[in-house]
Nanobody, 120 residues
Framework: VQLQASGGGLVQPGGSLRLSCAAS????????MAWYRQTPGKQRESVAI???????NYADSVKGRFTISRDNAKNTVYLQMDSLKPEDTALYYCNAVIRRSRDSFYTNYWGQGTLVTVSS
């Protein structure tokens, strides 16, 4: 199982970016999907979580600016980031809890980071 993240880049303050993360490989179910971010010297922090069933949770710092969504048919989670601020600059990681077979438990998987830089 692999998570492939994409969509990072350089954007000016106030701009927008859309991150994508697709799960591939052999599995039977995906539970929650989420985005985290990390800056040098700091712990990785949760940005947005998408629970199966449509419930989403956001960090206070991104509420009203970021939107997480998922396309279950494509095994993909998105993060629409609007009104970006310099403090949003970070390496963004996607995360998913995936069940590989009917006989296995759910396992936590991480994608590679995608860099988001907000700067003028």
């Amino acid at each position: 199982v692999q998570l492939q993240a994409s969509g990072g880049g350089l954007v000016q303050p106030g701009g927008s970016l859309r991150l994508s993360c697709a799960a591939s490989g052999s599995f039977v179910d995906i539970g929650l999907m989420a985005w985290y971010r990390q800056t040098p010297g700091k712990q990785r922090e949760s940005v947005a979580i998408s629970l199966r069933g449509g419930n989403n949770n956001y960090a206070d710092s991104v509420k009203g600016r970021f939107t997480i969504s998922r396309d279950n048919a494509k095994n993909t989670v998105y993060l629409q980031m609007d009104s970006l601020k310099p403090e949003d600059t970070a390496l963004y990681y996607c995360n998913a809890v995936i069940r590989r077979s009917r006989d296995s438990f759910y396992t936590n998987y991480w994608g590679q980071g995608t860099l988001v830089t907000v700067s003028s």
